[in-house]
């Protein structure tokens, strides 16, 4: 599902899976951080297969494993995604604070 690949100084990160639109699973979500959090290379490059980038989370995907587990993993599910939820919402204030202030910086 996802697909790791380092060529010098760009590590591109494939989600393929296109039958689903590249949603994620929970383990997908998990190789996806990892992929990212471990790259050595200075540039990630996220990429999807098929027609779509990525839908998001496949809500049908986590409903089977919660309804197979345990209260416990339930709960971590919910964690899981209103943790992800909340840092992209603190990433995106981020980006529209401070975007023009980096516009043009370089290295």
Request: with cysteine.
């Amino acid at each position: 599902m996802i697909a790791v690949e380092t060529d010098g100084d760009v590590r591109t990160v494939t989600l393929d899976r296109p039958a689903r639109r590249n949603a994620l699973t929970l383990d997908a979500l998990d190789a996806l951080e990892n992929a990212v959090v471990a790259a050595d290379a200075p540039v990630v490059c996220p990429r999807g297969t098929g027609s779509a980038f990525c839908a998001g989370t496949d809500l049908d995907a986590v409903a089977r494993e919660v309804a197979a587990s345990d209260p416990a993993a339930l709960h971590a599910v919910k964690t899981r995604l209103r943790d992800d939820a909340d840092r992209e919402t603190r990433e995106r204030r981020e980006r529209a604070a401070f975007g023009d202030l980096w516009e043009g910086f370089e290295r």
